[in-house]
């Protein structure tokens, strides 16, 4: 994978920011647009939470202080609220006791979580309750968004009538997620995993979007990843919910017909549409107040969401 082109007096300036890990004491796997991937044995993992961001596909050179331990922490919250929906794959080991080398926990330290291997299936599952991003473009040209006709009409970032699965590729770093019609998510994992997969992230989305308006965000979209087990059976992995892999807009701030302000990365889109940028590696250089901010917005969205 193409290594961006790091900005160094952020990452050590910065406090508790982790570019990458280095870990020694387990044999690494894999470094993902966010994550950095270890082996625990033959049937586990442990996953790391890096402060690594990427846009439009393309990871950032200047990591967000912090980010990684937000969304670890959202994430274990989600799981753990919603686990009575699907099976997930946290095993509830303490990653500290599968990093032996004490020198080496102060990368994974709040970031970082053992789950159980499953083999990851090659969609991703995207649920939308508005109409915004690439599906307020794609409801723009064509009326529809993968293939859903929807009512005409639409404003940006107006509620859908219904909640909506807009399944899409999982593309490899560098390169761009594309939207697929249902149709096309039944020829990859096949016509009755699409069915559970759709019923079970509309059900996800549900009801943590019915929670979340309790603590005074809207969830207008999110992205779920499932895997299954040497059974088959379905479960959910990666992270969930989190501001890195969804939309959270504040409800006193939402309007219709305009993208409203949001606690996610979409502050970062908006600050890189305005650069002289073709969404290619490698990607501009974030300013320190578009780091400061994003890093605040994150944070709200924990405290809001966890208290």
């Known amino acids: 994978m193409n290594q961006p082109n790091v900005n160094k007096s952020v990452v050590s300036n910065a406090v508790a920011a982790v570019f990458e890990t280095n870990l020694t004491s387990l044999k690494f796997l894999h470094r993902g647009k966010v994550r950095d991937i270890y082996a625990v ?20 050179p200047d990591p967000v202080p912090g980010k990684g331990e937000v969304l670890t922490k959202l994430s274990y919250f989600w799981f753990r609220k ?27 330290a709040g970031r970082s ?16 309750g508005y109409i915004i991003g690439s599906g307020w473009k794609d409801y723009q040209k064509t009326g529809m968004v993968c293939g859903i006709k929807l009512p005409t009409g639409l404003k940006e970032a107006e509620k859908l009538p219904d909640v909506i699965f807009t399944p899409a590729t999982k593309a490899p770093a560098g390169q761009h997620d594309e939207n697929i019609s249902y149709d096309e998510a039944e020829k990859i994992v096949g016509a009755e995993l699409a069915a559970e997969i759709r019923a079970v992230s509309i059900q996800l989305y549900t009801e943590a979007a019915a929670y979340a308006l309790t603590k005074g965000i809207i969830i207008a979209d999110t992205k779920f990843e499932f895997g299954t087990d040497e059974y088959g059976l379905l479960c959910l992995i990666d992270e ?67 208290g």
């Open 41 to 60: 044995g033959d049937d586990k993992l442990l996953v790391v939470q890096t402060d690594r961001l990427s846009a439009f596909d393309v990871i950032l």
């Open 82 to 108: 919603l686990e009575h929906i699907v099976t997930n794959h946290l095993t509830g080991i303490d990653p500290f006791d599968v990093v032996t080398n004490w020198k080496e926990r102060a990368q994974i």
């Open 240 to 306: 969930i919910l989190t501001p890195d892999s969804s939309r959270f807009w504040p409800v006193d701030q939402y309007q219709v017909g305009m993208s409203p302000p949001s606690f996610d990365k979409q502050f970062v889109r908006d600050w890189l549409e305005t650069q002289p940028w073709d969404k290619k590696h490698p990607a501009p250089n974030l300013p320190p107040d578009v780091l400061a901010k994003t890093t605040a917005k994150y944070q709200e969205a924990l405290t809001r969401l966890t």
């Open 113 to 128: 979580m053992v789950v159980r291997k499953f083999c990851p299936l090659m969609i991703e599952a995207v649920v939308r």
